[in-house]
Structure formats: C-alpha cells, structure tokens
C-alpha cells in the first residue's frame, strides 16, 4: 500500500500510472469500434450485439471500472502537463524545451477535445438528449433498434460535422498517446523510432477512420 503511494509521489511512477491507465482505454476504444462497425454487417448483428451488453451483469461494473481508469488518467495527464510546464518555462536552457511545451499544449487540449467528445456522445447515442420517440424503438426482435437510433442521428448534417471534427481532434490525442505509450512503457529506441512513430500515427489514423466511416456513410445514404 505505501509503495502505490510512494508511486504516485515520484514522476516516474505518475507517468507509469498514466500509460497503463492508457492502455486500458486505449483497448476500450478499439473494443468498441469493433463493436460499432458491427453496423455495416446487418441491423440485426449489432442491435443484438447492444442487447448483449445492455443485459449484461457487468455492464455497469465495466462501467465504473471505466470511469476509475479515465479519472485516473485525467489527473495524471493535468498533473504531468502543469510539471512539465513548469520545467519548460523554468528550464529555457534546456535543448529543445519549447518543443515540449508545444507538445504539451497539445495534449492538454486534444485530451479536452476528447472529454467534449464523450459527453457529445453519451449525450447524443446513450442517454438520447433531445431526442424524439423513435429513440426509444424496438426492431422486430423487440430489442431496442440501435442501428436506426444511429442512421437517424447522423441523417443530422450538424450532428454529423460535429462528430467528425471531434473525432479528428480525439485522433490527434490518440496519437500522441500511443507515443507516449510507447515511450514510457520503454519500447522507444533511436533505432527504430522512425518504425515507432509510423506505427503510432497509423493505428490513430485507422481508428479515426473507422469511427468517422459510420457517420459519413449515413450522410452519404450508404446505411438507410
């Protein structure tokens, strides 16, 4: 116990923290857009595939886990940026010290741009703010019909754009992530750096296009 808070003490062990915490989200979010492009399979395939999860007892249990894990990484992140913030600005000296403070700025703002996202989200597909009766249909299963909650949300061109330019913004954290990810967790090395970083920005970019497909492809009339 004294040595999980002595961890949380030292910066090492606070970055430690932040990448295993940002593990566990970052697998989240690849669950769950395998989950959601479950859409373009059939109507049925992913309003069962809701079903299964809303009816299941660890639903909520995952939820709260979830949420541990996200707010573990909030502090983390706010108090590693203010500390390297102020080695920044303290540290002018230093070889390339604005660079970190640019990078730092993006993170902080991105890692904003992804809790607007969540609560846009929620807001919009899970908890149904603003929306009409057809929110709460059932399919011809007599299960909720997730698949036209979705088409008929994104039939919304501001909905739509404003998902999509939020998503871009969560990719642009993702990326960054993924790196420090990569870079905490020790798999960083000048040898293959180049490799790295390639690998950091294609896994953001492909989980940013494949949440962005499903809006774009009911804007399109490709899911009706």
Sequence with gaps: MFRLIHLFRTSIGRKLIMALSGVVLLLFVVGHLVGNLTIFVAPSVLNSYA???????????????MLFFLGLHIVMGATLAYENRQAATQGSACHHWWQRLFYNHHMVWSGIAVLLFLLF????LTLGVGASE???????????????????????PWITTSYIFFMLLVGLHLNHVVRGLLQTLGFYHENY?????LFSIALSLLLTAGFISIPLTVLFGGLN
Excluded: E, K, T
């Design 121 to 124: 989200h929620l807001g919009h």
């Design 134 to 156: 057809s929110f709460y249909q059932v399919d011809q299963q007599q299960v909720l019909d997730i698949y036209g909650r979705v088409v008929s949300g994104f039939q919304i």
């Design 51 to 65: 079903h299964w999860l809303q009816q299941s007892v660890m639903l909520w249990p995952f939820r709260l886990m």
């Design 193 to 197: 750096f180049g490799l790295l970083r």
